[in-house]
């Protein structure tokens, strides 16, 4: 009789741990498993941890704090897995999450990787939230699923193009892309907007985001003479860029995107970096309502913020924000409560409009001084 | 005017660097065979390692001449890499030398993402500025600029390819290599210790890799544990197009892609009227590769028809 019992629980546990997709329980109460995907090898690997640590740090301290779900003491788990900011490797990873049953999404970082990816989100009705993808194209398929903490590239485009015309006072304008999907959107739109305030592009160039020599662009870019460079890219790409064109003795002052805005850029430029101007979505750490407080708990722990840690760490809040008021892990049954988001984070009010957008994003432009990024004035963008 | 002198200092620099990593790629094929496809991978560690070492001198003794920090940098940079060539050679090529052709190149391949990994853990995934030691000096040429580290490469990648080609003509060694080149066997019936020429090989592939790497940092300003995998693409791509196998087809064929990736980048939009921009950049190196192959399979100086038996 006992054999026969012992028999029986071996059945039953076996069938447990054969449903990885079913809720699991742990000592401690329900786990919920929350996925995060972002690039942890290759060259933007800096970037991709530091959105995983933003996300682990909102993780820990929610579980610390305890979460109760439809009357039941839930646990969370990051699952975090590496896209290699490769738009081919997230769809494999976006659905390798899925298929772990995640409840939600905090990814991915590059908007190459999050565009193709949100596609099998919405597919499996799992919630998403970038912490960094500023691509027009992510909101615009009109997935329900597809959320960012972020300003997008028309808003930040927007604001940088009228910047470099209106107070740089910079004519002729010189614009180079890494050709992703980041890159080349926030290009686009600062295109149009130097043209929309009577600048002109003198020059469109193009690079990867794996390379690191761009003297043959740069000196074609020369013989153009233009006030200003415009690079859509990365910091890895920016550093020898800006290196590259006080070696051939370009003046024209450089401009950058939040891809630009990072202290691994200065780090590699070094006292080339001196002067180069770039913008970031949102307001300065230190002028973050929760700032401060943000970067002393972040950096105990995980060391120097690369940059986009904090809107990865928000929007962790913001998903279980809903979860809480939905009463529900289920993303069939929590995912209404997303649109209805009015959450005060450490970067800001956070509030999405109808395509799950940031609403009325703000802008910060920043300029590197003494080998620092020092703040120089933080737009609203029109929205 | 000044803008094309730009473009063809900037395609000889380049070039040099994909010219050197080329002769590493070239050597080892043209005695095993084998593409050594791990050969990216040892420029990598060939700068990673110095600048691992000019890092710490820069803190340790900041007031050193740049010249002489870079020099400890390369003084270590290249024993170590030539002990790392000699190591794969031995642990992963050796071994396999009898086996299907197919063998060896899974394990090179196997070799570059084990030392891409090595590298990752030991000097993270960062990243890696390279401190500014150097002079800074730029030099105005008939309205182009010229730079003291280009100015270095350009001299350096000189006279180490005019050593090499000395070394292989005129040295007991250079013949031994030669001999192995054309028939293993019948070289080691010679008395030539095929092993020891093998091994030979691929230490100076590995020092000339060492160099190249310390080159490219210092030219770009950074180092990164995935730097090699491009570098090794593209000068593997150069010693396809020089002839693979053959020294100075490595040489021309490095100068030649980076020239055409200056020129094609520098002026592919102004010749099509902006139809195609620098974005086909590579687009073109490769077409260039492909219409070269067409015409003369075995690349621009390769050897025509067999000459192996």
């Known amino acids: 009789m006992t054999v026969h019992k012992l028999a029986w629980v071996m059945v039953a546990a076996a069938m447990v741990a054969?449903?990885?997709?079913?809720?699991?329980q742990n000592g401690d109460g329900q786990v919920v498993k929350i996925g995060q995907a972002s690039p942890l090898t290759g060259p933007q690997a800096h970037l991709g941890k530091d959105n995983e640590n933003g996300a682990r740090l909102a993780l820990d301290e929610i579980n610390a704090a305890g979460l109760t779900l439809?009357?039941?003491?839930?646990?969370?788990?990051?699952?975090?897995?590496?896209?290699?900011?490769?738009?081919?490797?997230?769809?494999?990873?976006?659905?390798?999450?899925?298929?772990?049953?995640?409840?939600?999404?905090?990814?991915?970082?590059?908007?190459?990787?999050?565009?193709?990816?949100?596609?099998?989100y919405s597919d499996n009705g799992i919630p998403q939230i970038s912490p960094s993808a500023t691509a027009v194209a992510y909101t615009a398929s009109g997935f329900k699923t597809a959320f960012r903490v972020m300003t997008n590239d028309a808003q930040q485009g927007s604001v940088l193009g009228n910047f470099a015309v209106t107070k740089l006072g910079a004519k002729r304008i010189a614009i180079i892309d890494d050709r992703t999907a980041y890159g080349q959107g926030l290009a686009d739109e600062v295109e149009k907007a130097v043209k929309a305030a009577g600048g002109e592009v003198v020059a469109r160039e193009y690079t990867s985001d794996r390379s690191t020599d761009f003297m043959a662009i740069l000196t074609s870019i020369k013989g153009k003479a233009p006030d200003l460079v415009f690079f859509g890219g990365m910091d890895p790409q920016a550093a020898p860029m800006i290196k590259q064109m006080k070696q051939l003795g370009i003046r024209a002052k450089f401009l950058g995107g939040d891809g630009v805005q990072t202290p691994t850029f200065i780090q590699l430029a070094g006292a080339d970096a001196e002067g180069a101007l770039a913008s970031n979505p949102g307001l300065p750490l230190d002028s973050m309502p929760g700032g401060s407080a943000f970067k002393a708990k972040f950096e105990a722990k995980y060391g120097q913020i690369q940059n986009y840690a904090p809107y990865a760490y928000d929007a962790m809040h913001v998903l279980v924000d809903a979860m809480k008021r939905a009463d529900s892990s289920?993303?069939?049954?929590?995912?209404?409560?997303?649109?209805?988001?009015?959450?005060?984070?450490?970067?800001?009010?956070?509030?999405?409009?109808?395509?799950?957008?940031l609403a009325g994003g703000a802008v910060t432009l920043y300029q590197v001084k003494d080998g620092k990024w020092q703040t120089l004035e933080t737009v609203q963008s029109g929205k | 005017m000044d803008i094309f002198l730009q473009q063809l200092i900037n395609g000889l620099v380049l070039g040099s660097v994909y010219a050197l990593?080329?002769?590493?790629?070239?050597?080892?094929?043209?005695?095993?065979?084998?593409?050594?496809?791990?050969?990216?991978?040892?420029?990598?560690?060939?700068?990673?390692?110095?600048?691992?070492?000019?890092?710490?001198?820069?803190?340790?003794?900041?007031?050193?001449?740049g010249v002489l920090v870079l020099g400890a940098g390369l003084v270590v940079a290249i024993p170590v890499c030539v002990a790392l060539g000699l190591l794969i050679e031995r642990v992963a090529y050796r071994p396999l030398r009898h086996a299907p052709r197919l063998a060896p190149l899974i394990t090179a391949i196997g070799v570059s993402?084990?030392?891409?990994?090595?590298?990752?853990?030991?000097?993270?995934?960062q990243y890696i500025p390279f401190p500014a030691v150097l002079p800074q000096g730029r030099h105005a040429l008939y309205g182009a600029a010229i730079t003291d580290v280009q100015i270095a490469i350009l001299l350096l990648a000189a006279s180490i390819m005019l050593m090499l080609i000395l070394v292989?003509?005129?040295?007991?060694?250079?013949?031994?290599?030669?001999?192995?080149?054309?028939?293993?066997?019948?070289?080691?019936?010679?008395?030539?210790?095929?092993?020891?020429?093998?091994?030979?090989?691929?230490?100076?592939?590995?020092?000339?890799?060492?160099?190249?790497?310390?080159?490219?940092?210092?030219?770009?300003?950074?180092?990164?544990?995935?730097?090699?995998?491009?570098?090794?693409?593209?000068?593997?791509?150069?010693?396809?197009?020089?002839?693979?196998?053959?020294?100075?087809?490595?040489?021309?064929?490095?100068?030649?892609?980076?020239?055409?990736?200056?020129?094609?980048?520098?002026?592919?939009?102004?010749?099509?009227?902006?139809?195609?921009?620098s974005?086909?950049?590579d687009v073109f190196a490769f077409f260039v590769l492909i219409a070269v192959?067409?015409?003369?399979?075995?690349?621009?100086?390769?050897?025509?028809?067999?000459?192996?038996?």
């Open chain 2, 113 to 125: 993402i084990i030392l891409q990994n090595v590298a990752m853990l030991i000097w993270g995934k």
């Open chain 2, 21 to 65: 990593v080329a002769l590493g790629y070239t050597m080892v094929y043209g005695i095993l065979e084998l593409i050594n496809f791990a050969h990216g991978e040892i420029t990598m560690m060939g700068a990673m390692v110095a600048l691992a070492v000019i890092g710490a001198l820069a803190l340790a003794a900041p007031g050193l001449p």
């Open chain 1, 18 to 24: 054969g449903c990885g997709d079913k809720p699991q």
């Open chain 2, 293 to 309: 192959l067409v015409f003369r399979p075995s690349g621009l100086l390769g050897a025509r028809g067999v000459e192996r038996a």
């Open chain 2, 279 to 281: 974005n086909y950049q």
């Open chain 1, 70 to 120: 439809g009357g039941k003491k839930v646990v969370l788990e990051l699952e975090s897995e590496d896209d290699a900011a490769d738009p081919k490797t997230a769809t494999t990873v976006a659905q390798k999450l899925v298929d772990e049953g995640v409840a939600g999404v905090i990814g991915h970082l590059n908007s190459g990787a999050t565009i193709p990816a949100s596609k099998i």
């Open chain 2, 168 to 277: 292989v003509q005129k040295t007991r060694l250079g013949r031994a290599m030669r001999a192995t080149a054309q028939s293993r066997q019948v070289a080691s019936l010679m008395g030539v210790d095929v092993n020891r020429v093998i091994a030979a090989t691929f230490a100076i592939g590995s020092a000339l890799a060492a160099v190249a790497g310390v080159m490219v940092s210092a030219y770009y300003g950074l180092a990164h544990y995935y730097m090699g995998f491009l570098l090794g693409l593209k000068a593997f791509s150069a010693a396809v197009l020089g002839g693979i196998g053959n020294l100075g087809g490595a040489m021309l064929g490095g100068l030649l892609l980076g020239l055409i990736e200056s020129f094609g980048a520098g002026y592919i939009g102004d010749l099509t009227g902006g139809f195609l921009g």
């Open chain 1, 330 to 357: 289920d993303p069939a049954t929590y995912l209404a409560e997303l649109p209805k988001t009015d959450y005060r984070g450490v970067t800001g009010h956070i509030r999405f409009d109808a395509k799950g957008d």
